[in-house]
């Protein structure tokens, strides 16, 4: 079976950055969408970011501006760039494909982002 596997989490100072990775272990077809949540403590996981096939971004409003998710599909692959961190940021970020005409969910393990004041 497919995973998705995250890299690229840590520990970081509030106005760092950190870039993080996700990539398919095998092959996923007709990949329709791939995007990035989080979740922190007793919150409840919201979107970040995603990217269409086509390109087409979009955003939370809390990391407009901020951060810039991008995606190569010769490799399966999805980033997210976070710049200006702020320790709001905190949480576990979790990739997400969508494929299929069925829009089949793959996710990730999910990997921490600290940020401190």
């Known amino acids: 079976q497919v995973q998705l596997v995250e890299s690229g989490g840590g520990l970081v100072q509030a106005g760092g950055s950190l870039r993080l990775s996700c990539a398919a272990s095998?092959?996923?077809?007709?990949?329709?969408?791939m995007n990035w949540y989080r979740q922190a403590p007793g919150k409840q996981r919201e979107l970040v970011a995603g990217i269409t096939s086509g390109g087409t971004t979009n955003y939370a409003d809390s990391v407009k501006g901020r951060f810039t998710i991008s995606r190569d599909n010769a490799k399966n692959t999805v980033y997210l760039q976070m710049n200006s961190l702020k320790p709001e940021d905190t949480g576990v970020y979790y990739c997400?494909?969508?494929?299929?005409?069925?829009?089949?969910?793959?996710w990730g393990q999910g990997t921490q982002v600290t940020v401190s004041s």
């Open positions: 997400n494909f969508r494929a299929g005409l069925r829009s089949i969910n793959y």
């Open positions: 095998g092959t996923i077809f007709n990949i329709n969408v």
